[in-house]
């Protein structure tokens, strides 16, 4: 089988193959840029394999990076472009169930192929286009199958994450997993223990951005793997996937504030509770911020009308996280003057004001910073905000001028 390599980033990364093999070398691309390709999705890097072991591609490549040497991986730059260029490899056993003890680099495809986590993942292809297929990959990406290379008991105990990947990739593909496969997942479910809580979070998050999340669900659920997340013995992730699902369409647009937010909501975690809850699934500061403000927002939209006071705490993403919530509820005239009010605010944050701390000490012939200069300040915000002062410096002037600061 062959496939027209169109795509631009095969057409810049070809003549990284044909400068391999000119040395001699093979070289492919492989893994998700291959499967994407077969699928008719887009693909966003390319992954490149090569009979060449890692001093040979430096010596190919003089302007290189040795990000990952030891597992075999050099970065090369070719004209302008970085690839990631990992040699062919057989591993040993994994005592941390993370990553190989040992690897031994090899000179055949096939070999390297063994190593893979899914059948969808272990093809190739050459700069010719010629599909590489050794345990009926594309067999499976026509049945809609995610099936596990050898023996699925072996390759889960080797990397237990790639029991996140799988169900992960049944909530983006739509596909199912294969029985033997299933099976090796829910035996083995207690192995993510080993598994960083950043590695697990990352899949976790692209299972609940998935499409299909909703047709995934029930093998999620089943696989037992939920019930080693953080906190697991106190939060019911089964019924915040749930609520998720029941609050977002498939085809919604969606972000990991909303899924993360929609998650708590569902698990009923208290707002109190949430910050440590989602440092515990190491979320970045600004990630806990937007989550946190679409919970409280929500809450608020819930209760009553929102006001201008209202939407004056949060930032331009946060009202753009629950436009495309409301979207995705399929209210649309809710969403869109949601976000217009937001726009027509007069300001969006204290730095708008058209005055700052330091005019108004000179107004108000302070020789040094104190309290009352931020209580000037929210005087204002709050009648900016009101209606009943417009944000100009000389009315501002006027108003604190006219104002008993005393």
């Given at each position: 089988m062959?496939?027209?390599?169109?795509?631009?980033?095969?057409?810049?990364?070809?003549?990284v193959?044909?400068?391999?093999?000119?040395?001699?070398?093979?070289?492919?691309?492989?893994?998700?840029?291959?499967?994407?390709?077969?699928?008719?999705?887009?693909?966003?890097?390319?992954?490149?394999?090569?009979?060449?072991?890692?001093?040979?591609?430096?010596?190919i490549?003089?302007?290189?990076f040795?990000?990952?040497?030891?597992?075999?991986?050099?970065?090369?730059?070719?004209?302008?472009?970085?690839?990631?260029?990992?040699?062919?490899?057989?591993?040993?056993?994994?005592?941390?169930?993370?990553?190989?003890?040992?690897?031994?680099?090899?000179?055949?495809?096939?070999?390297?192929?063994?190593?893979r986590?899914?059948?969808?993942?272990?093809?190739?292809?050459?700069?010719?286009?010629?599909?590489?297929?050794?345990?009926?990959?594309?067999?499976?990406?026509?049945?809609q199958?995610?099936?596990?290379?050898?023996?699925?008991?072996?390759?889960?105990?080797?990397?237990?994450?790639?029991?996140?990947?799988?169900?992960?990739?049944?909530?983006?593909?739509?596909?199912?997993?294969?029985?033997?496969?299933?099976?090796?997942?829910?035996?083995?479910?207690?192995?993510?223990?080993?598994?960083?809580?950043?590695?697990?979070?990352?899949?976790?998050?692209?299972?609940?951005?998935?499409?299909?999340?909703?047709?995934?669900?029930?093998e999620?659920?089943?696989?037992?793997?939920?019930?080693y997340?953080?906190?697991?013995?106190?939060?019911?992730?089964?019924?915040?996937?749930t609520?998720?699902?029941?609050?977002?369409?498939?085809?919604?647009?969606?972000?990991?504030?909303l899924?993360?937010?929609?998650?708590?909501?569902?698990?009923?975690?208290?707002?109190?509770?949430?910050?440590?809850?989602?440092?515990?699934?190491?979320?970045?500061n600004?990630?806990?911020?937007?989550?946190?403000?679409?919970?409280?927002?929500?809450?608020?939209?819930?209760?009553?009308?929102?006001?201008?006071?209202?939407?004056?705490?949060?930032?331009?993403?946060?009202?753009?996280?629950?436009?495309?919530?409301?979207q995705?509820?399929?209210?649309?005239?809710?969403?869109?003057?949601?976000?217009?009010?937001?726009?027509?605010l007069?300001?969006?944050?204290?730095?708008?004001?058209a005055?700052?701390?330091?005019?108004?000490?000179?107004?108000?012939?302070?020789?040094?910073?104190?309290?009352?200069?931020?209580?000037?300040l929210?005087?204002?915000?709050?009648?900016?905000?009101?209606?009943?002062?417009?944000?100009?410096?000389?009315?501002?002037?006027?108003?604190?001028?006219q104002?008993?600061?005393?």
């Amino acid at each position: 089988m062959k496939l027209q390599l169109t795509h631009p980033l095969f057409q810049k990364a070809i003549p990284v193959l044909e400068k391999i093999e000119s040395h001699g070398y093979e070289a492919y691309f492989v893994g998700g840029c291959v499967r994407d390709s077969l699928l008719g999705q887009v693909i966003s890097d390319i992954d490149i394999a090569s009979s060449a072991f890692p001093q040979e591609i430096q010596a190919i490549f003089p302007k290189h990076f040795d990000v990952g040497i030891d597992h075999g991986t050099v970065v090369v730059l070719h004209q302008g472009e970085a690839y990631e260029i990992t040699t062919f490899r057989t591993e040993s056993t994994y005592t941390d169930h993370r990553r190989p003890d040992q690897v031994a680099f090899v000179r055949n495809l096939e070999e390297d192929t063994l190593r893979r986590d899914f059948t969808m993942n272990a093809m190739a292809i050459d700069r010719q286009g010629q599909v590489y297929d050794y345990h009926q990959g594309y067999q499976d990406l026509e049945n809609q199958l995610i099936r596990a290379v050898g023996r699925p008991h072996a390759r889960f105990e080797e990397d237990a994450l790639r029991m996140m990947r799988g169900v992960r990739f049944a909530s983006q593909l739509g596909f199912k997993i294969e029985s033997a496969t299933f099976q090796a997942i829910q035996d083995l479910a207690s192995q993510l223990q080993h598994i960083s809580i950043e590695r697990i979070r990352i899949e976790f998050e692209k299972l609940m951005l998935g499409r299909y999340l909703d047709q995934a669900a029930a093998e999620i659920e089943a696989s037992q793997l939920l019930d080693y997340f953080p906190q697991a013995d106190d939060l019911d992730y089964r019924q915040g996937l749930t609520y998720l699902i029941d609050q977002t369409q498939p085809e919604a647009i969606k972000n990991p504030a909303l899924v993360w937010g929609l998650l708590m909501i569902g698990m009923g975690v208290k707002p109190g509770q949430m910050k440590p809850v989602l440092r515990a699934w190491t979320l970045s500061n600004d990630l806990i911020d937007r989550v946190l403000a679409f919970v409280a927002l929500d809450r608020t939209y819930q209760a009553r009308a929102l006001t201008t006071e209202d939407y004056y705490p949060y930032c331009q993403k946060d009202m753009a996280t629950y436009g495309q919530y409301l979207q995705g509820l399929g209210r649309h005239e809710e969403a869109d003057r949601l976000v217009q009010a937001y726009q027509d605010l007069p300001i969006h944050h204290r730095q708008d004001i058209a005055i700052n701390g330091r005019q108004v000490m000179d107004l108000l012939d302070l020789t040094k910073g104190g309290p009352l200069i931020g209580q000037v300040l929210a005087q204002v915000e709050a009648a900016i905000l009101k209606g009943d002062l417009v944000n100009e410096e000389a009315a501002i002037r006027d108003f604190i001028q006219q104002g008993d600061w005393d």
